[in-house]
DNA sequence: CTCTAAGCCTAGCCTTTCTAGGTATGAGCC
DNA sequence: GGCTCATACCTAGAAAGGCTAGGCTTAGAG
């Protein structure tokens, strides 16, 4: 699942330049070193749903007798683009930090109730 | 939205230790840094949840008057901590090379159709 | 002719999270 | 006594996102 930062890295990968659906994908899959191999399925309805939005705009164009529809960023997708990656910062710092309360745990309590609590 | 990361966040807190369902809301604001401060219609579900899946399990227990319901790790719920973790990793790491691709594109072409899109 | 890769699409399901409500106790204040 | 706040639990239902699973077309290879 990619949870949520589907939108973000769609529009990361489409602030280096124009990209088709397709492409996206195998764009996603390269850049990720192969841990992102997402489904059409996901990825279309998420262009959809930006392109709903203001942040994306697409045209039609035809390669090799392909049809293919690409995308774009508009102006407002920039920003949003820009916005998600500092969100994206501040959040993965955040579980950084949780996560890495238990690095020094690991010997801790064995696994149990210790406290008053009665199972 | 925690974005389908909750579940690795609280067995993350277990693992430093047993704790309530209140007290875990206080952990994951302090740990986060404020970042995260989930409303209690997220984390008691989250943990009925983990529960029903065999990660935790839960007792009684009654302080000054109130009474807790302690959560701690199954056996089980360790190892899924530590999976999450090594998973977080991963994603966490994937995600910051599609993002870092971008940094360098910052001068690139501006927004609009390139190539042979037309709008 | 068949199969694969490239390319697009959507309906409906499933899961997770949040909103918005509810209950109860203890402590401090007027 | 009554008020409010912090502590502490709970759930129903809505909203959203992603995936499954299907369907469509053209080009090229065998």
Redesign the pocket.
């Given at each position: 699942?990619?949870?949520?930062?589907?939108?973000g890295l769609v529009l990361a990968v489409l602030a280096t330049g124009p990209s088709?659906?397709?492409?996206l994908i195998e764009a996603l899959r390269d850049r990720s070193g192969g841990v992102f191999d997402?489904?059409?399925?996901?990825v279309?309805?998420?262009?959809?749903?930006l392109e709903r939005a203001g942040l994306v705009a697409s045209g039609w164009s035809e390669?090799?007798?392909?049809?293919?529809?690409?995308y774009s960023l508009t102006v407002s997708g920039r920003r949003a683009a820009e916005e998600r990656r500092t969100e994206w910062r501040s959040f993965s710092a955040a579980v950084e930090r949780v996560f890495g309360v238990g690095d020094r745990a690991e010997a801790g309590p064995a696994a149990g109730f210790a406290d008053g609590a009665a199972v």
């Amino acid at each position: 699942m990619m949870r949520g930062h589907l939108d973000g890295l769609v529009l990361a990968v489409l602030a280096t330049g124009p990209s088709h659906g397709y492409g996206l994908i195998e764009a996603l899959r390269d850049r990720s070193g192969g841990v992102f191999d997402l489904p059409e399925g996901s990825v279309y309805p998420a262009l959809h749903r930006l392109e709903r939005a203001g942040l994306v705009a697409s045209g039609w164009s035809e390669v090799g007798g392909r049809r293919r529809r690409v995308y774009s960023l508009t102006v407002s997708g920039r920003r949003a683009a820009e916005e998600r990656r500092t969100e994206w910062r501040s959040f993965s710092a955040a579980v950084e930090r949780v996560f890495g309360v238990g690095d020094r745990a690991e010997a801790g309590p064995a696994a149990g109730f210790a406290d008053g609590a009665a199972v």
